[in-house]
């Protein structure tokens, strides 16, 4: 669930100030070049009969859809794979719940449901549910975590996590590691487990505080909880990422990423700070925070990259807001150099008109970065980029675009899920191609936007990388998105 600004409108209707003007050329056709089939991962809808967590009159619940999927797979068995996603979106923020799927051959998947709302069997004590993550330990402790989130009394928001012994089949430790009321808002948790600390595994996300209600009066630092038992206790929520030095500067996407070389820790983040009113963005950079202490301590930030996403839009209707990793920053490490690479959605290559995917690496632990180098096609906008980095130093980006869009279609807008890889991060020798059908975006569930999810998933898998992705359904009003996921050789 991401909220700029929370409880003010005025934040994001500054993002959708500006308009995308035209249409972009459309790229050919690839051949996704023999790419093993999807397979789906969401069936069914275990909520479909829950009642709870209407917002208002107009609050409408999209049934049977799966969106905002997430990862992991056993480092001691890449087969051993665990999706989360959320189901039965709302057009208000979150959803009836966030259920799982589980696989022991990475072909056959069976569901789970997370207990992180009402609408779960043992939920916890919320209405909706949103901001699905899972990460699996080095000794096959998966650990999942959300947000769970009330609006019809008062707006509150809490930090879940449970963890699993058996794979992603059954769930247990439930642990509420923080919670609020408004006029605080808890938004866009993460979760990573230690890769080479066992039972060690940290929660991050931002905290956004509007008290006293009104114009310049935000503040959103970077909060983190973490476990050192398997996920049976979590440590109290403490702020790691300050951000008052600045007034109306917020924090979002926080996500960790460790070396396994040093157990180096990497939090990355995009800093956006508004005008007094509120009504525009002043200034917006990526930055990072590192700790050597296993997240006791954290470094002061280091600024990555110039945010310079614009909002997303269908290019030939531009009155049609699309909602995807804008602001999400994905991250990624090479486990054999420590090269550091980070992922985003910016618009330096279309001077301002729409957003690609962008790479920026650095080599030295993280305390300078390179320029921003251009990963998805010239022309063609581009967005929700995840990146994973495999045992050989292969980089491999997922990202959905819009090449097949047609100037002056404005009834659909044709999308696809691409992979593009980089052996040993070289740009010279990126190779691209198609891992999904061509379908239609404007069929996703729309919570302000046409909704995919706020992120996708890429993890490293052994022989290459394991996707998940979400993908609509044409005239299917109760069944408008599946999430489905591959695995791809990168070698």
């Known amino acids: 669930m991401r909220v700029l600004a929370p409880l003010t409108a005025v934040t994001t209707a500054a993002f959708l100030a500006v308009t995308l003007t035209g249409a972009a050329p459309a790229a050919a056709d690839r051949d ?11 069936d069914g809808d275990p909520y479909a009969e829950c009642t709870i967590g209407a917002r208002s009159p107009d609050s409408v619940v999209y049934p049977g859809t799966e969106v905002e999927p997430y990862l992991s797979v056993d480092p001691r068995d890449p087969k051993r794979v665990v999706t989360v996603f959320q189901q039965d979106r709302w057009s208000d923020g979150g959803a009836r719940g966030l259920a799982a799927s589980w696989s ?7 569901g789970s449901t997370l207990p992180f709302s009402l609408c779960a069997p043992g939920g916890a004590d919320f209405e909706r549910a949103s901001d699905p993550w899972v990460s699996t330990g080095p000794d096959g402790t998966v650990y999942a975590s959300g947000e769970g989130v009330d609006f019809t009394k008062s707006t ?3 930090l879940l996590t449970v963890t699993s012994r058996d794979g992603g089949r059954t769930w247990r430790n439930l642990t509420t590691t923080h919670v609020d009321e408004e006029p605080f808002f808890n938004d866009k948790p993460s979760l990573t487990a230690d890769p080479v600390r066992e039972g060690t595994a940290y929660q991050v996300w931002n905290r956004l505080d509007n008290d006293p209600l009104g114009p310049g009066s935000l503040d959103g630092p970077g909060y983190i909880s973490l476990t050192r038992d398997g996920g049976r206790t979590w440590s109290r929520a403490r702020q790691f990422v300050d951000t008052s030095a600045v007034p109306n500067t917020q924090t979002i996407g926080h996500l960790i990423v460790v070396d396994r070389r040093t ?3 990497y939090d990355f983040f995009d800093t956006i700070t ?3 009113d509120l009504s525009t963005v002043v200034e917006a950079h990526y930055a990072v925070v590192t700790s050597t202490d296993a997240g006791e301590t954290w470094s002061a930030p280091v600024t990555v990259a110039r945010d310079t996403s614009v909002p997303e839009v269908d290019p030939n209707d531009p009155t049609k807001p699309l909602r995807a990793a804008s602001t999400l920053p994905s991250p990624a490490v090479d486990p054999k150099t420590g090269t550091l690479y980070m992922a985003y959605e910016g618009s330096d290559f279309s001077g301002g008109a729409f957003d690609s995917v962008q790479l920026v690496r650095s080599t030295d632990g993280g305390r300078t970065w390179g320029t921003p180098e251009l990963i998805s096609p010239e022309g063609v906008p581009a967005f929700s980029p995840s990146i994973a980095v495999d045992e050989r ?6 990202y959905y675009d819009l090449r097949f869009l047609k100037p002056g279609d404005t009834t659909t807008l044709p999308t696809a899920y691409q992979l593009a890889t980089l052996p040993h991060g070289d740009p010279e020798l990126l190779a691209e191609r198609r891992i999904s059908r061509v379908f239609d975006w404007l069929q996703a ?20 990388v394991r996707a998940v992705l979400t993908e609509t359904h044409s005239d299917a009003p ?11 050789h990168t070698r």
Request: charged share 15%; aromatic share 10%.
């Open 274 to 276: 508004y005008s007094d």
């Open 393 to 398: 130093g292969t980089v491999a980006l997922t």
């Open 445 to 464: 569930p729309f919570a302000g936007g046409y909704f995919l999810g706020d992120y996708q998933g890429l993890v490293a898998d052994g022989k290459g």
């Open 104 to 110: 022991t051959d990475g072909h056959t998947f069976h």
């Open 263 to 265: 157990g180096t820790l």
């Open 156 to 158: 509150r928001s809490g």
């Open 32 to 42: 996704p070049g023999g790419t093993p089939p999807l397979v789906k991962v969401s």
């Open 478 to 488: 109760r069944n408008r998105t599946d999430v489905y996921t591959v695995s791809l």
